[in-house]
Structures are given as structure tokens and as C-alpha cells.
């Protein structure tokens, strides 16, 4: 690192020989850079958090490509009276269709589901009915006849007993059949069973990628809505809107609001603490001077309060500038994880610019002039900061080769922006010391060897009992260790969107269906189809330890295309028309028999043209055909992250007959996908961080024992959160587990500034090394904290976990570092196991 410094030196001296150049150069490119950056936008797709090649994703693209995407918006009206619902909606579709967007040249909706044209579907039901559904109806029809038989005969006498079992078996027969029926027909309206409340369905002609269509569409809407009056058609009536579109765009402005309410408390509170240390390290350094030199009163130091933080700020900003400008010429968006990059950066980058400010301020302190304070500084400090930082960094960009993209693009944007703040912190911050010393607006007094003060202690107080306490914790959390947990509900790590919270309450009521979140499996062909229709439900049959297949779906198997098909149907629809015919069940009077007597009406075969819109848009691709895929219904909640993945291993894959795999699509899946990757590249990601910062450290300190020695606070700070987490019941989850790996690199730099002060030539005593580099690292890493604490007041579960984890890890590596390395050090100084060596960075 001494070499590395030693070579770019002629960069500082052309910073203090031509300060005013090097700070134009360094605005002018941050200006520019900050337009590029100002045009990032935050991606919530979950989807492109994994890697662009991995099949589901790819499944999930050709699904939207060629059966569309989950983007349809939902209007609930509710009134005591249904008539005055069903009069205002048609009002609202009639209007709503006419809605027209100038941006696009383009409706805002295509078209609009409000009744159900059901007398077609249940004069053909038994026309949609797969075959294993018609044989089970023939062979129930047959025992109902024979039991009709058997009833009729006086001298019929029963020994068997298996009456009742046979009946039994008859009905489970039908109940798959009514299920069936039922999913095929529903109710005329989408209402709640008390007839208040009625839905309508929007289908948007926009993407939901495209948030300025969002937002006008929105706004448009509310102004209809409003135009049109609720109460002018009953004065109860109340309309609310929703749907995966609504809450897209409102975790959009959930999430912005986050990143604005955590930037304004993390940086204010940066930005305060950083003014308050150094007002009253240089005034306590000013009046310890000659008093013969003390030319300024304390008003005079309080109207240069707010120089520190313009000092190590401008440069700061500098780099953040930079860093975000990159990111949008490599990526181009942010990501939820990387949206709170830029107050996290601010913490962190910070404390490489008070490391070089304090240090800078402690030589001016002892009279030595502004050239040879920032040579010195530079010499010293710099080597440190440099070793911390490119430590930090590199630790981060390890993370670059994970394929989950929450990891890696974390990992690239915040090793850039440390980086290019140790840069700005090396060779910008000295331009403008060298400035604001010419302006005297840093004020310093020369302190004599005689009032210089010296530490109040030379050895490091109960340091056997400070490292019997440490390693007794971390036994005992190393013993609890099992109990660390992941939380695997996606839910618990979701904004609350109280509008969409309250809509649902609404909608809710008049949703019967408990099918959600199906899977979607295409095919290439029919034969392909009903591969993986029989494939998938072999596994429903013969999986009994995690059965997560509720129901499979296929219109290619409900409507016959070829003429064989037809033929074949339609015999079988006769043979069930002549059962009901029977002398025995004909005449009886049945609520489900007269169902079946009208659902086998079909004699001729049933057009596509003919089928209702509501159940054909369902099975159909974009351009109105029938589609080639299969849909799979869960049977569990797939809001618990392991029921996902099971359901997931379940459905995932499907190997045709051909070798040929077919991979399942839907934001379920992808939700799965993601969760089971970061938890198989977690411990890697980690490992490798590890490996980094060792190596690093080893190429700085060419000794293994002082390596070890310097990564004690991160060690033992590490286990000091995981026993704060067991205690206090925090749990692991896809959010905080990014951060970890960078705790990590920024928990070793404590351990590395402690070090490679106590191993300076003039460094007399640990008590020495704590009053200065002690206070430098406290501010530093309190500083790291403030800037991830402002995610502490976000909405925003995920983020707020992030900064939970965050602050209690980077505080737990802080409190190692000033307790207990120091005291095991003094340790392995009273054994005489340890010399001072010489070490040049």
C-alpha cells in the first residue's frame, strides 16, 4: 500500500499547488455526472433480481409475450342496493372506455368485464368437461340408476353393507365435477353474497413499466370518478379501485417516500454529529495552544462550525455524484435493495474523509505548516483509510460474482462508491484545506510539548476480565447458534398499502374463488399439453410429502380441436343424456340432475366464436387463439417463502417425452427462485467477503498474527449480533442478508485503524491509541450507523430490517474494537507474546 501511495503522490502535490483547478475539474465532472444520475429509476420487479438466463424468467417473459401480464385493475362499488351499483357501473364502462391518453395516442382501457354471459356454458357445461370428468358423471348417473333399481325391488335384501361406501365414492365422484362446474360457470355478477358490492375489471392497454402511463391513468381515473358523482346514485355508495397496477405504482411512491424520509434523517443527523465533533475537538485543541496565539473568541469558532462538514461533505458528494453516474451507464436502474445506496454511502464514505480531517487538524495542532500536515497526513493516516477502504470495497465487489442480482449490484455500487470516496477523501479534501487555510477559515493554535495533553492511562484497564466476558458470550451464542432463524413469510417484509389494505377488506366479499396465484407452463403443441397435464398430475397422485398441487388446467383438454376429438365428446355427451333418461332417475326431481339434463344439451360441436369472452380470455394467447399451456393452481399459501419453494420443486419442471424441459412462470415462482438462490449463495457470498478482507489485510500487514489480531472486532462483533438477534428475535431475511456481507467489510475497519495505530514508531501506549484513533473510529462508525439508521423509520419492513441489522452490527464491531482487541493486546503484551513491530503500509 506505501508503494501504491508513494506513486500518487504527485497527484496530492498538484492538489496543493493548484487547488482551485482540481476542485473545478472534480464539480464539473460530478455535474455531469449527477444528470446521468438523476435519471435513475427503482425497479420492484422481483423478476429481474435473478439472472436474465435463468429459465424462469425466461418463462415468465414468453408468458407475458404470449398470453399477456397480470395487469388488470378492479373497481369495487358498494351500495345497499344492487340495482343502484349496476346502474352506475355501466355509467363507469361506458366512460372509462372512452378514457384517452395524448402521451400514447391510445385508450387507457381495452376493454372492461362487468356480467357473465353464462346460459351458453350451462347448456354446454358437459362440452368442457375432460374425459376422466364424463366418465366419473356416467359412472355416477349408473350407480344412481341402479340404486333407483334397487329401491324399487320389495324383495330386495342387502348383505353386503357396502351400500353406504359405494355412496359415498358415487358423490366424491360428482363434488370433482360440481367444482369443476363451478369454475366454468360462475355467478353472472363478481358480488358479494349480500349483493352490495359488485366488481368491475379493467384491462389497461399500458405496461406497468411505463409509470408516467400509471400515473396519468390514475389521475384520469380519480377525476371520472369523481365527475361521475357515487352519491348521485345512492348516497351510501362508495367506489374504490385497485389492483396489481394500483399497488405496483403505490410501493413505487411507498419506497421513493422511504429513500427521501431516510436520506433526510440519516444525513441530517451525519451532518450534525460531524459538525458537533469536530467544533469541539478543534476548540478544545485551540484553547490547549499558546494563549499568546489565541487571536479568536468562541464566536469566531461557532460562525466556522459548518466548515468540517463542507470540508469532507463537497468531496463526499463529489464522489456519491460519480458513483450514481456510473450506475446508470452500466445498469441503468436501481433495484429496492440498491435504492437506499446513496444515505448509506453518505455514512459510510464519511468516515474516510474525519479519519483524514482529525488526523489533519492533530498535526496542524503541533505547529507543523499546511504543506507538510497534509503530506503527513497523507503518509500516515491515508495508508490506513486506504487499507480500510479498499478492503471495504473490495469486499463488496466480491459480491459482483453472485447471480442473484441483489447481492451483485449492491455489491458493484457500493465497492464503486467506496472507491471513489477514498479518491475524493485523498486527493480532493486536500485542495480544499489548502483553500480554506488561505481564507483562515480553519482556525488552529500550535500546542507546546508542555500543555499537550497526554493519555490518562498507559495500559488498558481489566483486560482479562474485558476477554473472559467477550469469549464467554460468544461461547454461549456459538452454543445458541441454531437458534438463529430466516423469515420466510414474503408478506411480513412488505409495505403496508393501508389504500389497497382497505379495498381488499371490500373486494374480498364478493371474490368466491380460492384459487390464487397459479403457475403457467407453455407448450409448443397439444401433444406437449397433455405431457404435462398427465405429468403433473402423476405427481399430485403419488406425492403425499408435500402435496402443493390443488388443481390442473388446460383448455386444450376441455375443448376438442380435431375432428376424432368432437366425435368422441360428443358420445360421450349422448351416452349421459340416455342415463338421464332412464325410467329410474327421470323423473326425479334433483337439483343436480337437472343441472346435468341441461349441461348435456350439446348434439353439434361448439365453436370458439361462441364461447363468452370472461372464460375464452382466460385459455386464449394475445392474438385470441387457444394457447398451448397448462395452469397450475396452488393448495397452499405460497406467502410462506417455504411453501413457495415447495410448490415451486413441485411444478417447476416438467421433462417431456422428447428430453425436452418445460420450466413454470408466474411472480410465485419467481418469488421462490429468488429466495432459494440467495440462500444457496449466502454462505459463499460470505465466505468469499471473508477471504477477501484476509487476503487484503495479509497484503497489508505481511503478518498473519497481526492479521488475526485486527479482525478480532469483526469476529467477535459478528457473534455479538447474532446474540442480539437470538435474544430480541430478529430473523434473517432476503433483505438484510445483503447487507451482511457488507458489515463485514466495513466491520474490519475498526480492527484495522486500532492496529496500525498501535503499531506506529511513536505510538507509546494502547491508552494513547484509543484517545485519538478511538475517538476517529467512534465518529467514523457512528456516522456509518446514522447514515443506515435513517432506514429505521422507513415503511418499508424489508428496508427497515436492513437498517436494523445494519446499525446493530456495525455498533457491535465498534464496541469490540474499543474493548476488547485493546484489552487483548494488553493481554498478550503482559505475556510478553507480542512486539511492537515496525510496519509500513
Excluded at 350439446?602 to 363468452?612: A, F, K, L, N, Q
Amino acid at each position: 500500500m506505501d508503494k501504491i501511495l508513494r506513486f500518487l503522490r504527485p497527484i496530492l502535490s498538484f492538489n496543493y499547488n493548484y487547488p482551485v483547478a482540481v476542485l473545478s475539474i472534480a464539480i464539473i465532472t460530478a455535474v455531469i455526472a449527477s444528470f446521468f444520475a438523476l435519471q435513475l429509476k427503482i425497479d420492484t420487479d422481483l423478476a429481474n433480481l435473478l439472472p436474465k438466463d435463468n429459465e424462469h424468467v425466461l418463462a415468465l417473459e414468453k408468458l407475458q409475450r404470449t398470453v399477456g401480464g397480470e395487469s388488470e385493475m378492479t373497481v369495487a362499488i358498494q351500495s345497499p342496493s344492487f340495482a343502484d351499483n349496476k346502474r352506475f357501473a355501466k355509467d363507469l364502462i361506458d366512460e372509462s372506455l372512452e378514457l384517452y391518453d395524448e402521451r400514447t395516442d391510445n385508450y387507457f382501457f381495452k376493454r372492461a368485464d362487468f356480467r357473465r354471459e353464462t346460459g351458453m356454458l350451462k347448456d354446454n357445461a358437459l362440452y368442457f368437461a375432460t374425459s376422466e370428468e364424463l366418465q366419473d358423471i356416467t359412472e355416477y348417473l349408473q350407480d344412481e340408476i341402479r340404486g333407483s333399481k334397487e329401491e324399487a325391488n320389495p324383495f330386495l335384501i342387502d348383505f353386503s353393507g357396502d351400500d353406504e361406501e359405494e355412496d359415498t365414492t358415487s358423490d366424491e365422484k360428482l363434488e370433482d365435477f360440481e367444482e369443476s362446474y363451478h369454475t366454468i360457470i360462475p355467478s353472472e355478477y363478481s358480488m358479494s353474497p349480500d349483493s352490495t358490492i359488485l366488481l368491475v375489471n379493467f384491462a389497461p392497454t399500458g405496461s406497468k413499466s411505463d409509470l408516467t402511463y400509471l400515473e396519468d391513468m390514475f389521475a384520469t381515473y380519480d377525476s371520472l370518478v369523481t365527475a361521475l358523482n357515487p352519491a348521485s346514485y345512492n348516497k351510501d355508495m362508495e367506489v374504490k379501485y385497485a389492483g396489481r397496477l394500483k399497488r405496483h405504482l403505490a410501493q413505487l411512491d411507498s419506497i421513493m417516500s422511504d429513500v427521501y424520509r431516510s436520506f433526510a434523517t440519516g444525513i441530517s443527523s451525519v451532518i450534525l454529529l460531524v459538525i458537533l465533533y469536530f467544533f469541539i475537538k478543534k476548540y478544545v485543541n485551540y484553547r490547549r495552544g499558546s494563549e499568546r496565539h489565541q487571536k479568536h473568541g468562541f464566536w469566531s469558532h461557532v460562525l466556522r462550525m459548518p466548515v468540517p462538514f463542507v470540508l469532507i461533505g463537497l468531496p463526499l458528494v463529489i464522489s456519491l455524484a460519480w458513483t450514481f453516474g456510473i450506475t446508470y451507464a452500466v445498469l441503468g436502474m436501481l433495484n429496492t435493495m440498491t435504492s437506499v445506496l446513496f444515505v448509506i454511502l453518505f455514512g459510510m464514505g464519511i468516515d474516510y474523509g474525519i479519519h483524514f480531517y482529525a488526523r489533519y487538524i492533530e498535526f496542524r495542532s503541533r505547529g507543523i505548516t499546511v504543506e507538510r500536515a497534509i503530506f503527513k497526513t497523507y503518509d500516515n493516516t491515508g495508508s490506513a483509510i486506504a487499507v480500510s477502504g479498499l478492503t471495504t470495497a473490495f469486499s463488496l465487489l466480491v459480491l459482483i460474482l453472485a447471480q442473484f442480482r441483489g447481492f451483485s449490484e449492491f455489491g458493484f455500487i457500493a465497492g464503486i462508491g467506496i472507491i471513489l470516496a477514498l479518491f475524493c477523501m485523498l486527493f480532493v479534501l486536500p485542495s480544499l484545506l489548502v483553500m480554506f487555510e488561505k481564507w483562515n477559515w480553519i482556525l488552529v493554535n500550535s500546542n507546546t510539548k508542555e500543555k499537550q495533553k497526554s493519555s490518562s492511562f498507559k495500559r488498558f484497564p481489566y483486560a482479562r476480565t474485558v476477554m473472559a466476558v467477550g469469549l464467554i458470550i460468544s461461547a454461549v451464542v456459538l452454543f445458541n447458534s441454531p437458534k438463529l432463524s430466516f423469515q420466510y413469510d414474503f408478506g411480513k417484509l412488505e409495505p403496508e398499502i393501508e389504500e389497497y389494505d382497505k379495498f381488499r377488506a371490500i373486494a374480498g366479499q364478493a371474490e368466491g374463488s380460492t384459487k390464487r396465484n397459479p403457475a403457467y407452463l407453455l407448450a409448443d403443441n397439444r401433444q406437449e399439453v397433455k405431457q404435462i397435464v398427465d405429468s403433473l398430475r402423476y405427481r399430485m397422485r403419488t406425492d403425499t410429502t408435500s402435496p402443493t398441487i390443488l388443481e390442473v388446467q388446460s383448455l386444450t383438454e376441455r375443448f376438442p380441436s380435431t375432428q376424432e376429438e368432437i366425435n368422441e365428446k360428443l358420445q360421450k355427451i349422448s351416452r349421459i343424456r340416455q342415463l338421464l333418461e332412464d325410467p329410474f332417475i327421470e323423473g326425479q326431481e334433483d337439483e343436480q340432475l337437472d343441472r346435468l339434463r341441461r349441461a348435456s344439451q350439446t348434439t353439434e360441436p361448439v365453436s370458439i366464436d361462441e364461447i363468452p369472452d370472461y372464460f375464452k380470455n382466460q385459455f386464449t394467447n394475445r392474438e385470441g387463439e387457444i394457447g398451448n399451456f397448462v395452469i397450475v393452481y396452488p393448495s397452499v399459501s405460497l406467502a410462506d417463502g417455504r411453501q413457495s419453494i415447495a410448490f415451486k420443486d413441485d411444478v417447476g419442471k416438467v421433462t417431456l417425452a422428447s428430453g425436452e424441459e418445460v420450466y413454470a412462470a408466474s411472480t410465485s415462482i419467481i418469488g421462490a427462485e429468488m429466495l432459494d438462490l440467495m440462500r444457496s449463495e449466502s454462505p459463499w457470498m460470505i465466505g468469499a467477503t471473508l477471504a477477501m478482507v484476509f487476503f487484503l489485510m495479509l497484503l497489508s500487514f505481511r503478518s498473519i498474527k497481526w492479521v488475526l489480531i485486527a479482525l478480532l472486532p469483526l469476529l467477535i462483533g459478528l457473534l455479538f449480533l447474532f446474540g442480539i438477534m437470538i435474544c430480541t428475535g430478529i430473523m434473517f431475511n432476503l433483505y438484510n442478508l445483503v447487507v451482511l456481507p457488507a458489515i463485514l467489510g466495513i466491520g474490519e475497519d475498526n480492527g484495522v485503524h486500532i492496529t496500525a495505530r498501535y503499531l506506529e514508531a511513536d505510538t507509546k501506549s494502547m491508552g494513547e491509541v484509543l484517545s485519538s484513533t478511538g475517538q476517529h473510529i467512534t465518529i467514523g462508525s457512528l456516522t456509518t450507523m446514522l447514515g443506515f439508521s435513517g432506514l429505521l423509520f422507513t415503511n418499508h419492513p424489508g428496508l427497515q430490517s436492513l437498517g436494523v441489522m445494519a446499525v446493530i452490527g456495525i455498533g457491535m464491531t465498534l464496541l469490540t474494537a474499543l474493548t476488547f482487541l485493546p484489552a487483548f493486546i494488553q493481554w498478550l503484551e503482559d505475556k510478553d507474546w507480542v512486539k511492537r513491530d515496525k510496519i509500513t503500509f
